[in-house]
């Protein structure tokens, strides 16, 4: 069985990461296209050889020839969008975060359990090989019993404000909440193989950006490993790609995995072995977009051979309502307590 997609929204992400993906997986019969805006419809239609009859200025026009759609908008439309689609009875794949509010996410669980149909959000960082290789070393006890997990995600302030990025808006769902830290609450969540079930923080703003560009919380997890989570939108752009900053440090009773989030290594410490550092097999170091571009193609992948096996893991939804829970109650400047 060969399945027709829909794309809705033409922005960066569909062009730069899904759209190459999926134009040439073999089990994607035809994509279909949807964008408000009709240069960028144009433009995308010409770059990836989509034919104008599948080419639609309104979404809604594309759903009677789909299968599954991914929605690559602003998460301000999420919501809407999702449940819609939905309600037409397509499987989804949604770019993060889920959508806005608390609220919002558990109105869609709800339908998505009713309805039976696949919901999965972008967390791409459970693809990444490094992070997937040091989840499997912390399952097998490599650094003894876990203790604490720490994570830092920096981004580029000067970027955000030179493309006029919609995470610059806070109407549409901008902020370092909704870019950088929902990706730590998932990925810590899923190497603590735990959920938080409380969190206490932040969010501010340090200079005069219109949303918030730094957030910090602490939390547990239902296993008692405690953590401390810290993303910013920083102006430290000749910094930025040094593997450092984009960081994750799993602290054991018996050594230490410091897996970098995109140059595709793990250094790691271990109790009377001293430091090494550890790569993922079949590693190209010669593309310090490896580990990037493997997580977009294995995510996009599993997605598509989830609706093909009719696989559907609702414990994906409820991962993703969970971190709209914490997001909601950080931006609030309540403690979240489950």
């Known amino acids: 069985m060969k399945l027709n997609i829909g794309i809705i929204g033409c922005g960066n992400i569909a062009k730069s990461v899904h759209l190459p993906i999926l134009v040439k997986n073999p089990d994607i019969k035809a994509v279909f296209i949807s964008d408000t805006d009709a240069k960028a419809l144009e433009n995308i239609g010409e770059q990836f050889g989509i034919e104008k009859n599948r080419r639609f200025p309104d979404y809604r026009e594309l759903l009677g020839s789909v299968d599954a759609v991914f929605i690559l908008t602003p998460p301000h439309t999420h919501y809407a969008l999702v449940m819609d689609c939905l309600n037409s009875g397509k499987h989804i794949f949604v770019e993060k975060p889920l959508c806005m509010t608390a609220d919002e996410a558990l109105s869609i669980e709800k339908t998505a359990v009713n309805t039976g149909l696949i919901v999965e959000t972008g967390y791409n960082l459970r693809f990444m090989p490094q992070l997937k290789l040091a989840r499997k070393l912390l399952e097998r006890g ?3 019993r876990i203790i604490t997990i720490n994570g830092y995600y920096l981004a580029e302030a000067a970027y955000l ?3 006029k990025s919609f995470y610059l808006d806070p109407g549409k769902g901008g902020g370092v909440l909704m870019d950088g ?16 079930e409380e969190a206490y923080g932040f969010s501010g703003t340090y200079d005069d950006m219109p949303v918030e560009n730094i957030a ?6 239902e296993n008692g490993v405690i953590g401390h989570l810290q993303a910013l939108w920083a102006p430290l752009s000749e910094y930025l790609h040094t593997e450092t900053l984009k960081t994750l440090r799993v602290v054991g009773d018996r050594g230490v995995l ?16 001293g430091t090494h550092t550890i790569y ?4 190209d170091l010669r593309n310090p977009m490896w580990a990037l571009n493997r997580s977009y193609l294995e995510q996009d ?8 096996e009719g696989i559907n893991n609702i414990n994906k939804v409820k991962e993703s309502v969970h971190i709209i829970e914490i997001l909601d109650a ?3 400047k309540k403690a979240y307590k489950r």
């Open 216 to 221: 910090d919380i602490s939390v547990k997890f």
């Open 142 to 144: 490599h650094i003894g």
């Open 161 to 163: 404000r030179e493309n």
């Open 280 to 283: 993922p097999e079949n590693m």
């Open 258 to 273: 410091t897996p970098a989030i995109y140059s595709g290594k793990i250094n790691e410490y271990r109790a009377g072995k």
């Open 301 to 308: 992948t599993t997605f598509i051979n989830h609706i093909k």
């Open 181 to 196: 830290l929902c990706h730590l609450i998932d990925i810590s969540s899923w190497l603590a193989d735990s959920s938080i």
């Open 330 to 332: 950080i931006k609030k």
